[in-house]
């Protein structure tokens, strides 16, 4: 702690100092120290403030704030404190300061005796750990968390954070948690079920403690941020594994619900990611959702939703009918329990659908609705998620003049219709050369769709469309080919589902897409689903045996060639994301916008 009487000192200090993070401090200070952790020591911001303090972190805002002390120093001295002044110069220098939304929590510089007593008595006042517990919940959440969850996870986090351990280590414990439930209910037995839903209801306690220490203890990271919702997936469509291998233990082959499940959860994080990404002015500033500024260009609709959520039992109603994570685990858990794997995956299908019908119909009204143009940054993000390959790419100058006179509501439509039509012809056409030609129709329209500005009014369903077509082209051939492929088939899904997750996470983060070689390498979804199914076909010779396949060489090749391309696709996406998030520079984030994935 170094000790400066007007700004000349603190610059001549400055110029000296060159620690990764810098706190100027007025000496008459008075206020909580949570109030002074929020402001000076969160680490995904470069600078921070509040009455009397200012922090920054990294060279750049270090040397804005070295140029600011400069600049005041050659300033006749003025009344004030001088981190306040200092604060608002990096502001006007461009440097965003953060100043964090005390509450009840208390920050000033008392000028007289008076207000120093005052002062005091404020803080004496609040109770700091309880404030500080209550912000290590996150402000929106779902029902099941916020009443079934946080009340005591907030202690569990304390509890975490006194003994030093970090959001990461919960993170992972939380995962190693969810794959012991996926394995105690693969041993098909009512005990191992049951202790399966207890241990997936105990991982998902952890999944929300791992992010309220973060927020208790300011333990913001970009892995962080990055295992905390690659886990999730993880965790969830392991469980699927274990369900469906439980019921196989008994006869039940439900392998195909299993996927099933899996892209229709991918279905819906895609519809929510991708409309999030077309609507940016307001899906990424959550806070300000509602004010004037955001609803007086936005659509009847959003104008309506945001009344609704004004009225308390319809937030929460809305929040249960979109069964986010947490109802979802908590129904999982329970069919787990008491019924059989088939029935939990029936309901959890039933539900999901339903679910995502819900929320995909209102992001639809308020597109339709919508009176804000689409920014160019959100077309590219809706481009990006679409993950066209080579192939797109190789037609886009071909087909775009095409494109571009398509009417406005033709992308989606030709999307679903790639999607839809795909998988039907897959599945009546069996593994023969016909069905190659039915893949090359799908690259043709995906490539038409990707040739074009995605800023359509519905532009942004063309990705979930995409992300439906090519799981289940895969999911249709290994039931008209060898439902016996079904495993290895949900593991060639699960690897692509990572990296699109993965893409997602990306641009969430402001780190932009995927290096272009990434998508290429691994073929891009027209290409893979052209690729999968030309595999089928070269397996069993464009002659499948039997009615439906299941019979001769071909199965078995087929398995292993699905294993195959599994297992290059993880290691290649895997490998190139943890050397991105580990050894990248992406600034170190949380989610704290309350989606209900």
Not at 252 to 277: C, E, G, Q
Not at 411 to 436: C, I, K, M, N, Q
Not at 537 to 557: D, I, K, Q
Request: aromatic share 6%.
């Amino acid at each position: 702690m170094l000790h400066a009487r007007d700004a000349a000192e603190a610059a001549a200090l400055l110029a000296e100092e060159s620690a990764e993070r810098i706190a100027v401090l007025d000496a008459g200070f008075v206020g909580h120290r949570h109030a002074l952790r929020l402001a000076l020591t969160d680490p995904r911001f470069p600078a921070g403030a509040l009455p009397g303090a200012v922090a920054v972190a990294g060279a750049p805002a270090r040397d804005a704030l070295l140029a600011a002390a400069r600049r005041l120093a050659g300033q006749p001295a003025a009344g004030g404190s001088l981190p306040d002044a200092l604060a608002d110069a990096l502001q006007q220098d461009g440097v965003p300061v953060q100043r964090p939304e005390l509450g009840t929590l208390v920050a000033t510089v008392p000028a007289t005796g008076e207000e120093l007593a005052a002062a005091r008595a404020a803080v004496a006042a609040v109770d700091e750990e309880a404030v500080r517990l209550r912000r290590a919940v996150k402000a929106r959440d779902g029902f099941f968390t916020t009443y079934c969850v946080s009340p005591y996870s907030r202690y569990l986090a304390r509890w975490c954070a006194r003994r030093g351990l970090t959001p990461n280590q919960v993170t992972t414990a939380s995962l190693v948690t969810a794959l012991a439930a996926a394995a105690s209910a693969a041993t098909a037995t009512r005990a191992g079920l049951v202790g399966a839903g207890l241990l997936l209801l105990f991982s998902f306690v952890l999944d929300c403690t791992d992010g309220q220490l973060a927020r208790y203890s300011l333990q913001y990271s970009t892995v962080g941020a990055w295992l905390d919702a690659t886990f999730d997936r993880a965790k969830e469509y392991s469980f699927y594994a274990g369900l469906a291998i439980a019921a196989g233990r008994g006869g039940d082959h439900v392998w195909a619900l299993a996927l099933a499940a899996m892209v229709l959860m991918t279905f819906r994080h895609s519809v929510d990611f991708a409309f999030m990404a077309a609507d940016q002015e307001t899906a990424r500033n959550p806070v300000t959702a509602g004010t004037k500024a955001q609803t007086g260009n936005t659509s009847p609709t959003a104008q309506l939703s945001n009344r609704l959520d004004r009225v308390g039992w319809t937030v929460w109603a809305r929040r249960i009918i979109v069964l986010p994570i947490g109802e979802r685990w908590a129904l999982i858990a329970l069919l787990t329990a008491l019924t059989t794997p088939r029935t939990t995956l029936t309901v959890l299908l039933v539900g999901c659908a339903l679910a995502c019908c819900y929320t995909t119909a209102g992001r639809v009204l308020r597109s339709v609705n919508r009176r804000r143009p689409r920014t160019d940054q959100a077309a590219r993000e809706v481009a990006i998620l679409a993950d066209a390959g080579p192939l797109a790419e190789l037609l886009a100058p071909v087909l775009r003049p095409v494109a571009r006179r398509l009417p406005a509501l033709a992308v989606p439509l030709v999307a679903a219709l790639a999607a839809a039509g795909l998988p039907a012809a897959v599945y009546v056409l069996g593994g023969t050369w016909a069905s190659v030609g039915a893949a090359a129709g799908y690259v043709l329209l995906c490539s038409l769709v990707t040739a074009r500005k995605l800023n359509g009014a519905l532009d942004w369903l063309a990705p979930a469309f995409f992300r439906a077509g090519e799981y289940l082209t895969v999911l249709a051939l290994v039931l008209r080919l060898d439902t016996a492929s079904l495993p290895a088939a949900f593991g060639l899904v699960g690897a692509v589902a990572y990296h699109h997750y993965d893409t997602v996470y990306r641009l969430r983060g402001g780190t932009g897409a995927p290096a272009r070689w990434l998508v290429r390498a691994t073929g891009g979804q027209e290409g893979r689903a052209l690729l999968v199914t030309l595999c089928a076909v070269l397996v069993y010779g464009g002659t499948p045996v039997g009615a439906v396949g299941h019979e001769g060489p071909g199965a078995a090749a087929l398995q292993g060639v699905l294993v195959a391309l599994a297992a290059v696709l993880a290691l290649v996406v895997v490998a190139e994301s943890i050397h991105f998030w580990v050894f990248g520079d992406a600034t170190a984030e949380h989610d704290e916008s309350g989606d209900t994935a």
